[in-house]
């Protein structure tokens, strides 16, 4: 199952409660209380199968089993998984296209944070199109080939051109609008839109995509993907 994660929610363990939005206890008790979404599914087990950080939103897939868990896990592992996001940053890149290969490492002087580290980190390496470029920000896509954390903020950071709103690699705050709530949609200017994959039961090739227009037309940019 895929679905649109808004921003916000978090990919953690079940028992950290430091938080209201951890997403896993959410569905979790959900399922538990067998909820109408859950029951007219016939849902009994759903967990992700990868992770988002909390301010992005986009394309998160779960499995309804736990070897489901385990069988398309295996495919962002080994790289079988085709992911691509769309990025605002600030600045306009001289390359159209580029690739970065930087290997990444938890920052021991910041829980949470991540930092380049060519002789302890893990590789990393992401590849990077420019869509368009308005008003000193531009629209980027991104084809992440590892599964790193914040692998994607810090290599836009490393290319000199940070991810608007990004509040822990140098770009906040954001640009997008309020909701009537007061509450940004898209705090962060990081959305997941594309999977594509072989599936490993089916064999069959899936391609799954979200919505991008709210997303561009927050930060100023228009459908021109």
């Known amino acids: 199952m895929a679905i ?20 896993a206890a959410a569905i979790a ?7 109408f979404w859950a029951r007219s599914r016939n849902l009994k087990f759903l967990r992700n199968v990868h992770r988002l950080d909390a301010e992005t939103t986009g ?10 868990v385990n ?52 590789e990393a390496e992401t590849s990077f199109r ?19 954390t914040h692998q994607i903020r810090l290599h836009l950071q490393a290319s000199g051109h940070p991810i608007v709103g990004d509040p822990m690699y140098g770009s906040a705050p954001g640009l997008a609008p309020k909701s009537a709530k007061g509450v940004l949609e898209y705090p962060m200017a990081l959305r997941a839109v594309g999977l594509n994959y072989i599936d490993p039961f089916t064999r069959r090739e899936t391609r799954i995509r979200a919505p991008v227009e709210r997303f561009l037309k927050a930060f100023g940019f228009e459908l021109t993907i």
């Open 59 to 68: 394309i998160l897939l779960l499995a309804k089993s736990a070897g489901g």
């Open 130 to 148: 420019v869509v368009e470029s308005r008003a000193g920000h531009t629209l980027v896509e991104a084809h992440p080939f590892t599964g790193r």
């Open 4 to 23: 649109d994660k808004p921003a916000w929610w978090m990919l953690v363990p079940f028992d950290w409660q430091r938080t209201d939005r951890n997403l």
């Open 29 to 35: 008790s959900s399922l538990e209380a067998r909820d």
């Open 71 to 122: 069988t398309f896990g295996d495919l962002f592992e080994s790289r079988r998984m085709e992911k691509t996001y769309l990025a605002v940053v600030r600045g306009e890149p001289k390359r159209s296209e580029w690739t970065i290969r930087l290997n990444l490492a938890p920052d021991p002087d910041c829980i949470g944070r991540m930092k380049v580290d060519d002789s302890m980190g893990k």
